[in-house]
């Protein structure tokens, strides 16, 4: 009985223990801005490669921008994994089972804003205590002094996005033929 119960303690600490690993450090704030406010009209067909730990994941996306709408789909070896829609007030989902939980619309579509977003725009959409820096190739979400979130230019078609917060990367490279990045 008293292996019974040391294992099952033994089972219960390592579960805690992998879902702290996984708990993001700090919440990052939602964005959630108007579809308008990027400025202009945009229709990219990017790559994306995500990188969690020692997990890659290749996928390809459609982003499309408009003053009305931001529309998303990624898709995985020809197979729609997700489609986001946002109109400044609703976020629309579409998922696929397949699609593991760890990939959430909002936080997708809070790393395009992010990313791709004028740097007045996003300022202004941070709640106190965080800040932006951004010197044109290397944008940066501070809070405390330290960066949660970060984005480097890599060239005219590729960013790098690094989320501190919830321990990924993520590689944004716009497929040749589209339009370049903002």
């Known amino acids: ?31 959630r801005l108007a579809p308008a406010t990027l400025g202009k009209e945009l229709a990219l067909q990017q790559r994306l490669v995500f990188r969690f730990g020692s997990q890659v994941r290749e996928l390809d996306a459609l982003l499309e921008v408009d003053a009305r709408d931001v529309r998303l789909a990624v898709q995985a070896m020809g197979r729609t994994g997700v489609t986001l829609q946002w109109d400044g007030v609703q976020l629309s989902e579409q ?13 997708v579509l809070d790393d395009v804003q992010f990313s791709l977003w004028p740097v007045e725009v996003v300022r202004a959409a941070l709640p106190p205590g965080w800040t932006l820096a951004d010197d044109g190739r290397t944008r940066e979400l501070l809070h405390g002094g330290r960066a949660w979130l ?18 990924y990367d993520l590689t944004i490279e716009s497929v040749a033929g589209g339009d370049v990045l903002p």
């Open 1 to 31: 009985m008293q292996r019974l119960i040391a294992l099952l303690l033994a089972v219960l600490l390592t579960a805690c223990a992998s879902q702290a690993k996984h708990a993001p450090a700090i919440a990052l704030p939602p964005l």
């Open 95 to 107: 998922r696929a089972a397949w699609l593991p939980a760890a990939v959430r619309g909002a936080r």
């Open 150 to 167: 970060v984005r480097e230019r890599v060239n005219a078609t590729t960013l790098q996005v690094r989320n501190v917060a919830e321990g």
